[in-house]
């Protein structure tokens, strides 16, 4: 990207504008985030960043029928931030192993003040939201594969 010419002087920004993001890479950024701006379509993420879960046992959890339930789930998957794997007549869902989806895993659950179910020292006491950002992994979110 070549570096605009900015017609006020206030400041060296020349450095930020060489690395300032294309609208490309923004254009996906804000259509991961515009699929967490429902929110039981992020109740949904969130529970599928912790376990791996069945539309009916989705449907339960969040209290909505199985058809809206899925139409969320398809948003989702559509936008890359979850998969699912069949298991007999079923499919459970469960986040997707990429980047984009740790990374909002790891905003959603610094965002509303909760750690990983399942991310507990010996005593049974909650990793705090800076340490478990820092972790390169979690057990439940990072666990995951596209191949069990």
Do not use: M, Y
């Given at each position: 990207m070549?570096?605009?010419?900015?017609?006020?002087?206030?400041?060296?920004?020349?450095n930020v504008l060489e690395a300032m993001p294309s609208k490309d890479t923004c254009a996906d950024m804000a259509s991961a985030f515009k699929q967490l701006?429902?929110?039981?379509?992020l109740q949904i993420f969130w529970?599928?960043?912790?376990?791996?879960?069945?539309v009916l046992n989705i449907s339960a959890a969040v209290g909505m029928s199985a058809p809206a339930v899925s139409?969320?789930?398809?948003?989702?998957?559509?936008?890359?931030?979850i998969t699912g794997n069949r298991h007999g007549k079923e499919v459970h869902y469960h986040i997707a192993s990429?980047?984009?989806?740790?990374?909002?895993?790891?905003?959603?659950d610094s965002y509303l003040?909760?750690?990983?179910?399942?991310?507990?020292?010996?005593?049974?006491i909650s990793h705090s939201q800076t340490e478990h950002f820092?972790?390169?992994?979690?057990?439940?979110?990072c666990s995951h594969s596209d191949n069990k």
């Open positions: 070549t570096t605009p010419i900015l017609p006020h002087n206030h400041g060296d920004i020349h701006c429902d929110g039981t379509r529970l599928l960043c912790h376990s791996e879960e069945c139409h969320h789930l398809r948003c989702l998957k559509d936008a890359g931030l990429t980047t984009q989806a740790a990374l909002l895993h790891h905003f959603v003040h909760t750690s990983c179910p399942g991310e507990f020292d010996s005593q049974g820092q972790h390169e992994s979690c057990s439940c979110c």
